[in-house]
């Protein structure tokens, strides 16, 4: 039998912020090592310290990214993995309703303007998810 230690293999680090008993980390432990020879390319510093100074996620940052997504599987935005506009009314029916859930389950529970966004998004997605699932009927009429 092969000794381990001799295969490659990789190395699992916690970089949670907080121990098992909720107390913070010191920063030092959450730091992610550094390979000796390996180098970050100035973009990718850039892209990492542009993304540890982004907003933290919101309830209407979460909703938006949702409603994006349902754009996305409506074909009204252009698929940035593909480069082209791809229709999936399922996928766009699945998140719609996960936004209507959302709505129900938060009602009474939310700033006027989160409802408020909530409330105009929903009603936006299901006009377009109705107008095109009901478009290839009228044309084979």
Not at 77 to 92: H, T, Y
């Amino acid at each position: 039998m092969e000794d381990q230690d001799d295969k490659p293999g990789f190395t699992v680090t916690d970089r949670r912020r907080f121990t098992d008993e909720a107390a913070a980390r010191d920063a030092a432990a959450t730091e992610t090592p550094r390979h000796e020879g390996a180098s970050e390319s100035p973009s990718a510093t850039a892209e990492s310290s542009a993304m540890r100074d982004l907003e933290p996620v919101t309830f209407s940052t979460f909703v938006l990214g949702l409603s994006t997504q349902a754009l996305l599987h409506l074909g009204e935005i252009e698929s940035p993995l593909a480069g082209k506009v791809e229709r999936d009314l399922g996928a766009a029916k699945d998140i719609i309703d996960v936004l209507g859930v959302l709505r129900e389950k938060t009602r009474n529970n939310l700033e006027q303007a989160e409802e408020r966004l909530l409330d105009s998004i929903l009603y936006d997605l299901r006009m377009r998810y109705v107008a095109l699932s009901r478009a290839p009927k009228k044309e084979e009429a």
